[in-house]
Structure formats: structure tokens, C-alpha cells
């Protein structure tokens, strides 16, 4: 199973992206869907996470701009950012756990905010 990421870019301070990831096939047993996201020179920081009932987790840095959803059925996630800050700039990964803990990985979609 490959995970697929779109949706980054440059984009000015105060604008918006839209990040989809989108699994090659069905994984059955979706523990949760998260975005990831590691800027030069720094850890890897959870973005944004979505279990299979739906609950939703944010990060400090991004709670209020952006919003995570999913489609199971597509195997899709998606990340909806708003009011982009240089400091968010970065390599956003997504990230797909099962039931048994297995992780799948995208290969990651760079987002650059800049003015």
C-alpha cells in the first residue's frame, strides 16, 4: 500500500492549502489517519490526527487553523490549513496506523510559506 500526498506549495502568510493523501489501496481496520510535519533542521511534529470514531487531535501550533477530515471509504485524509505562518512551513507527511500498530507512510508534500 503507497500513501500519495498532494497539495503543497508556496503560498503567502495568511493564505490557505488544502492537503489530501489518498492510500493506493483499502486498508482495512483504520486505527487513525495523521498529518506530520518536519521543518529543516527540526523533530517531526504531529500535525493533526483523526481516529476511526472520528476524534480529532491538533497540535498547539495549529489548533484554530487547521482542520483534519477523512473518507475511510476512499482511504483518503485531508488537511485543510488556514492562515499559514512562515513557521509552517515544512514537509508534510501522512500517516495511516492500523489496528495491529503497522504505520503506513507517504513520502511527504512541501509546503512554503513565504511573503
Known amino acids: 500500500v503507497q500513501l500519495v500526498e498532494s497539495g503543497g506549495g508556496l503560498v503567502q502568510p495568511g493564505g490557505s492549502l488544502r492537503l489530501a493523501c489518498v492510500a493506493s489501496?483499502?486498508?482495512?481496520?483504520?486505527?487513525?489517519m495523521t498529518w506530520f510535519r518536519q521543518a529543516p533542521g527540526k523533530q517531526r511534529e504531529l500535525v493533526a490526527s483523526?481516529?476511526?470514531?472520528?476524534?480529532?487531535y491538533y497540535g498547539d501550533s495549529v489548533r484554530g487553523r487547521f482542520t483534519i477530515s477523512e473518507d475511510n471509504a476512499k482511504n483518503t485524509v485531508s488537511l485543510q490549513m488556514t492562515d499559514l505562518q512562515p513557521e509552517d512551513t515544512a514537509v508534510y507527511s501522512c500517516?495511516?496506523?492500523?489496528?495491529?500498530?503497522?504505520?503506513?507512510w507517504g513520502q511527504g508534500t512541501k509546503v512554503t510559506v513565504s511573503g
Open positions: 483523526i481516529t476511526s470514531t472520528r476524534s480529532t
Open positions: 500517516n495511516i496506523r492500523d489496528n495491529w500498530d503497522y504505520d503506513y
Open positions: 489501496e483499502r486498508i482495512a481496520y483504520i486505527k487513525a
